[in-house]
């Protein structure tokens, strides 16, 4: 059982930029894939990136490519998204998630979730 917590979310300016954090604990944190998703108000939840396990390929949705990075810290247990350029259409609830490496492979079916926390862009 992993658990995961987020920080950083808040209420940023168009253009501008956020991290977000994850940190897990329960688990090694080093056998675990990590994925960022996000979901607006009214939306289905939407990949925004994830970085494997082993060797930290790295993935992103079409919708951030370019502007967010996904990064982890085995020592600190602990996943970051970098955002930058940010818009209001970045508006979300972002969820950390986390798999085990047996099954690290795609880009959904993460076994846990963390509460998740807001990111608001403004005009």
């Known amino acids: 059982q992993v658990q995961l917590v987020e920080s950083g979310g808040g209420l940023v300016q168009a253009g501008g930029s956020l991290t977000l954090s994850c940190v897990a604990s329960?688990?090694?944190?080093?056998?675990?894939?990590m994925g960022w998703f996000r979901q607006a108000p009214g939306r289905e939840r939407e990949f925004v990136a994830r970085i494997r396990w082993s060797a930290g390929n790295t993935y992103y949705g079409d919708s951030v490519n370019g502007r967010f990075t996904i990064s982890r810290d085995n020592d600190k247990s602990t996943v970051y998204l970098q955002m930058n350029a940010l818009k209001p259409e970045d508006s979300a609830t972002y969820y950390c998630a986390a798999r085990f490496y047996l099954v690290d492979y795609g880009n959904n079916e993460f076994s846990y979730w963390g509460q998740g926390t807001q990111v608001t862009v403004s005009l």
């Open positions: 329960g688990d090694t944190f080093n056998n675990y894939g």
